[in-house]
């Protein structure tokens, strides 16, 4: 018989591409880790492991074994939702993560309103980056993630997790108050191409879209800043500094001397609800998702 704790540390050694990082989330060491797969390997009868370079990669056993370890997982996460089918209204504990701004303009009003509605449902939230989301929906330590698109998520058909659309957040040039290019109902984003121009840092997961975006329209940005928070980019403008694509759901200082002027085209980015398969159906995460949806309805009008 397959020992499911034996084939939880593999499924982490797939998440997280190394046994090393598996071991560090599953707090192992990595020694135990190993044990654990080579363990498996012999209970089974195959190889799940083999060298590559200085690592180790997942052989095609492996990733046989996997898809119907996701498969084992999804169908017990069902099991208990079965269990928990005739509990009634919502209560207990909701943990939900998601990045700065998710946080601030979608997930604490959504706490606040569930508080009101349903005060046995206790929510705890959790600020975390795109790729925290999705680990600690695996690891199971967060029942609901709101993330936004990167290249580098897991994709949308990945059976390990449920990802829904929820709103996309398009991006405004910012310019300081009496630029040339304020007054006018929108632009074309090449207008700017030869104006200097700050840019998030280059592991955000925003990067991507302000290149893809200034790249649609034809040029290059001259990027001569950099910055990781929107605030932050937000006072380089107002200071002269350059311009930048800011999403509309972030919400700089409001007194600063800074202009949104949309953007032809529309260049966004999308946001997306996270689950583990099929805990949408929990009680908790269902009516949590109701109130988000209500709150992306307007959040970028």
């Given amino acids: 018989m397959i020992d499911l704790r034996r084939l939880h540390v593999l499924r982490a050694v797939a998440h997280y591409g190394t046994v090393t990082a598996a071991a560090r989330a599953l707090h192992f060491t990595p020694s135990a880790a190993s044990q654990q797969i080579r363990q498996l390997a012999r209970d089974l009868g195959v190889d799940l ?66 508080r009101e509605r349903h005060p046995r449902l206790s929510v705890r939230i959790r600020e975390v980056e795109v790729a925290e989301g999705f680990d600690l929906l695996f690891e199971g330590e967060s029942d609901l993630a709101v993330v936004q ?30 630029h040339p290019l304020t007054g006018r109902g929108g632009i074309d984003l090449v207008d700017a191409a030869h104006e200097p121009w700050i840019a998030p840092v280059p592991d955000s997961p925003c990067r991507p879209h302000v290149m ?29 500094l350059g311009v930048a694509l800011i999403p509309r759901l972030a919400r700089p200082a409001p007194q600063l001397p800074i202009v949104r002027v949309p953007c032809a085209g529309r260049p966004h980015r999308k946001l997306l609800t996270c689950t583990r398969r099929g805990g949408h159906r929990r009680p908790g ?3 949590a998702l109701e109130e988000l949806r209500a709150l992306a309805a307007t959040a970028v009008a």
């Fill in 49 to 114: 492991l083999e060298p590559q370079g200085r690592g180790v990669r997942l052989t095609a056993a492996a990733e046989s074994l996997l898809a119907h370890a996701d498969a084992i997982q999804a169908r017990w996460d069902e099991a208990e939702l079965d269990l928990r089918a005739g509990e009634g209204a919502p209560a207990g504990l909701l943990r939900v993560t998601g990045f700065p701004v998710a946080v601030s303009v979608l997930l604490a009003p959504m706490a606040a309103r569930l």
């Fill in 149 to 178: 698109v990167t290249p580098s998520n897991p994709p949308s058909a990945d059976a390990r997790f449920d990802q829904c659309p929820l709103l996309d957040d398009p991006y405004d040039l910012v310019v300081p108050e009496g």
């Fill in 212 to 240: 893809a975006a200034c790249g649609a329209a034809g040029f290059t940005p001259d990027v001569v800043h950099y910055a990781r928070d929107w605030d932050a980019t937000a006072h380089l403008v107002a200071h002269g």
């Fill in 285 to 287: 995460v269902a009516v």
